[in-house]
């Protein structure tokens, strides 16, 4: 009698109880020091639901709204920089990217490029936006982009922060900063270094809401997702959506420069800018502004 071995879905999901807790003290500890979001939707899509914040004032309520897309391990609480500056103009969801750990709760396996594109395609879909600008920073980067690779409707402009895999591939030093990572017990000074590159402009400090937060989330959570595909020259030069892209000349990630010169050769409606003195951690390094440029290229593209 031949027994068929059923593989186990590959589910991101927290690795204990206890760490689910911790988690959540966490999040809940950052997400009181945000401006308090005026809805909240649990969004059903077919690979899970989706935690969506909605931040609106009576003066921008019908503007054209602005979509947050956060860095890896990072959920709502990360744009604490920018947040209230952007919410100044425009009504802002911010999402809880499925499959990471935050308040989105994935339910099926995301096997690669294109159903990573679909949930969030699936989320816009039912908040009925009917155009809408996306804001990325870091694998939000990528997210953005991959998403209007598949799916460009709805789509009015996308604004990216230091995109990841993007327009140039991941440096081998951020490869090599990312092994301690796969260590059981690491000394802490070697992962605040790394968690200060990912944090979104966060001090590498457990005093620190926000830090604190991606910490306990790559600490507890178990990522099961596909490695972002990289784009190639067809990709970038098919995409004709308007394009802004601020990338840090002192980025460990990848080579920023190399990434705004593939920038302007290949993508047909981009503004692509190398900050001096900016890392990877640019939206809170340079808050102010970070959310002046993103707002300026809204408006002309509204």
Same mark, same amino acid.
């Given at each position: 009698?031949?027994?068929?071995?059923?593989?186990?879905?590959?589910?991101?999901?927290f690795?204990?109880? +206890?760490?689910?807790?911790?988690?959540?003290?966490?999040?809940?500890e950052?997400?009181a020091?945000l401006?308090?979001?005026?809805?909240r939707?649990?969004?059903k899509t077919?690979?899970?639901?989706?935690?969506v914040y909605?931040?609106?004032?009576? +003066?921008?309520k019908?503007?054209?709204?602005?979509?947050?897309?956060?860095?890896?391990s990072?959920?709502?609480?990360?744009?604490?920089?920018?947040?209230?500056?952007?919410?100044?103009?425009?009504?802002?969801?911010?999402i809880?990217?499925?499959g990471?750990?935050?308040?989105?709760?994935?339910?099926q396996?995301?096997?690669?490029?294109?159903?990573?594109?679909?949930?969030?395609?699936?989320?816009i879909?039912?908040l009925?936006?009917?155009?809408?600008?996306?804001?990325?920073?870091?694998?939000?980067?990528?997210m953005?982009m991959?998403?209007?690779?598949?799916? =460009?409707?709805r789509?009015?402009?996308?604004?990216l922060? +230091?995109?990841?895999?993007?327009?140039?591939p991941m440096?081998l030093?951020?490869?090599?900063?990312?092994?301690?990572?796969?260590? =059981?017990?690491?000394?802490k000074?070697?992962?605040?270094?790394?968690?200060?590159?990912?944090?979104?402009g966060?001090?590498?400090?457990?005093?620190?809401?926000?830090?604190?937060?991606?910490?306990?989330?790559?600490?507890?959570?178990?990522?099961?997702?596909?490695?972002?595909?990289?784009?190639?020259?067809?990709?970038?030069?098919?995409? +004709?959506? =308007?394009?802004?892209?601020?990338?840090?000349?002192k980025?460990?990630?990848?080579?920023?420069?190399?990434?705004?010169?593939?920038?302007?050769?290949y993508?047909?409606?981009?503004?692509?800018?190398?900050?001096?003195?900016?890392?990877?951690?640019?939206?809170?390094?340079?808050?102010?502004?970070?959310?002046?440029?993103?707002?300026?290229?809204?408006?002309?593209?509204?």
């Amino acid at each position: 009698m031949n027994i068929i071995k059923r593989e186990t879905p590959k589910l991101g999901k927290f690795i204990s109880e +206890e760490g689910r807790e911790d988690f959540i003290l966490a999040y809940n500890e950052a997400m009181a020091i945000l401006p308090p979001p005026q809805k909240r939707f649990d969004i059903k899509t077919k690979y899970g639901s989706v935690r969506v914040y909605y931040f609106v004032t009576v +003066e921008n309520k019908n503007e054209e709204p602005i979509m947050l897309l956060n860095g890896r391990s990072a959920s709502t609480p990360m744009w604490e920089s920018n947040l209230e500056g952007l919410m100044v103009e425009r009504p802002i969801y911010s999402i809880d990217l499925l499959g990471e750990p935050g308040m989105s709760i994935q339910q099926q396996p995301i096997i690669d490029s294109r159903d990573q594109a679909e949930w969030l395609r699936e989320v816009i879909a039912k908040l009925d936006l009917q155009r809408v600008h996306l804001v990325g920073v870091s694998i939000g980067g990528w997210m953005a982009m991959n998403l209007v690779r598949f799916y =460009p409707e709805r789509i009015a402009s996308i604004s990216l922060l +230091e995109p990841f895999q993007v327009f140039a591939p991941m440096s081998l030093k951020l490869i090599a900063m990312s092994i301690p990572f796969t260590i =059981p017990v690491i000394p802490k000074v070697i992962r605040e270094k790394m968690l200060s590159v990912i944090s979104g402009g966060a001090e590498a400090d457990d005093s620190v809401p926000v830090a604190k937060l991606i910490e306990s989330g790559m600490r507890n959570y178990k990522v099961k997702l596909p490695y972002p595909q990289s784009f190639s020259i067809e990709e970038l030069q098919a995409i +004709e959506l =308007p394009i802004l892209a601020l990338m840090g000349e002192k980025s460990t990630v990848h080579n920023s420069k190399k990434a705004v010169e593939n920038g302007k050769n290949y993508v047909k409606n981009i503004e692509i800018e190398s900050w001096e003195n900016a890392s990877h951690a640019i939206n809170g390094e340079f808050s102010s502004e970070v959310n002046a440029r993103i707002l300026e290229f809204v408006k002309n593209h509204s």
